[in-house]
C-alpha cells in the first residue's frame, strides 16, 4: 500500500476564491493538513481577517458545525 503524505498540523492559507468544503476535508482526511480560507480581497492587501476555532469548541462541536 502506497504510504500517505503526514502533514499533521500544517496549515495552508487560502487568500482567494474559498476552496470548496469537499477538498478542504479530503486534505484533512488524507494527510492531516488544514486549509484556512481568509478573506482577503485586492483592495484590502493582503489580508483582512481570520478565525480559528477555539480547541476546546473543536473538540464539543460536530464535524458540520466546525
Not at 500544517?10 to 493538513?33: C, H, I, N, Q, W
Request: no cysteine; proline share 8%.
Amino acid at each position: 500500500m502506497e504510504k500517505k503524505p503526514e502533514l499533521k498540523g500544517t496549515r495552508f492559507l487560502s487568500g482567494v476564491t474559498e476552496p470548496p468544503v469537499a477538498l478542504m476535508k479530503g486534505l484533512y482526511d488524507l494527510t492531516g493538513a488544514e486549509i484556512i480560507h481568509a478573506y482577503g480581497a485586492t483592495e484590502t492587501t493582503p489580508l483582512v481577517t481570520t478565525n480559528r476555532l477555539k480547541p476546546w469548541l473543536e473538540k464539543e462541536l460536530s464535524e458540520d458545525e466546525r
